[in-house]
């Protein structure tokens, strides 16, 4: 199947940048959207961005200007750079996947292991 792995978070201070990766492998027959979640301590998980398959973006308010989601496609790879970062920017990020395996399968839903990004001087 379709296993992701993300790397790039870390503790960083108020106003530094972090690029988060996120690279799926596996049996990969093509990916519809790419899309980058986020879960604070105590608070529900909510979409950061995503990308389709034509690279169409949608940026949730709280991020946007500062944050740009892009992908490549030839390496099956979503990336997340985070500018400006503020800490209430801190919490796990999650990769997550929408591919199918076939061309007659279904798409269906990959979660990555997720990624703590700590913003705090």
């Known amino acids: 199947q379709v296993q992701l792995v993300e790397s790039g978070g870390g503790l960083v201070q108020p106003g530094g940048s972090l690029r988060l990766s996120c690279a799926a492998s596996g049996r990969i027959f093509s990916i519809n959207t790419m899309t980058w979640y986020r879960q604070a301590l105590g608070k529900e998980r909510e979409l950061v961005a995503t990308?389709?398959?034509?690279?169409?973006?949608n940026t949730a308010d709280s991020v946007k200007g500062r944050f740009t989601i892009s992908k490549d496609n030839a390496k099956n790879t979503v990336y997340l750079q985070m500018n400006s970062l503020k800490p209430e920017d801190t919490a796990v990020y999650y990769c997550?996947?929408?591919?199918?395996?076939?061309?007659?399968?279904?798409?269906?839903?990959?979660w990555g292991q997720g990624t703590l990004v700590t913003v705090s001087s």
């Open positions: 990308i389709t398959s034509n690279d169409i973006t």
């Open positions: 997550n996947v929408h591919a199918r395996t076939t061309w007659y399968s279904a798409y269906y839903t990959v």
